[in-house]
């Protein structure tokens, strides 16, 4: 509850410089994955759930229902 709330208070800039940091950061997750290099697969579907977050509340900022 506390990561949403701090997400929450973020400007449109700080969720979309966000949302590329986590995309990159899912990227290579992936890319582990594939190298068998990977120790916490879970992570990857963090991550994911992560973005669908941002892309939530960038959604709500576009639409002004705050």
């Known amino acids: 509850m506390a990561k ?5 208070d973020m400007s449109l800039e700080e969720l979309k410089s966000k ?4 995309k ?3 990227f290579n997750l992936r ?3 594939s190298l068998q290099q ?3 697969p879970e992570n990857i ?3 994911k759930k992560e973005i669908a977050r941002i ?5 709500q900022f576009e639409l002004k229902i705050k």
Do not use: G, P, V
């Open 19 to 22: 949302l590329a940091d986590m």
């Open 31 to 33: 890319f582990q994955r």
């Open 4 to 8: 949403e709330k701090n997400t929450r």
């Open 45 to 47: 579907s963090k991550a």
């Open 55 to 59: 892309k939530t509340f960038i959604r």
């Open 38 to 40: 990977l120790e916490k």
């Open 24 to 26: 990159e950061s899912l």
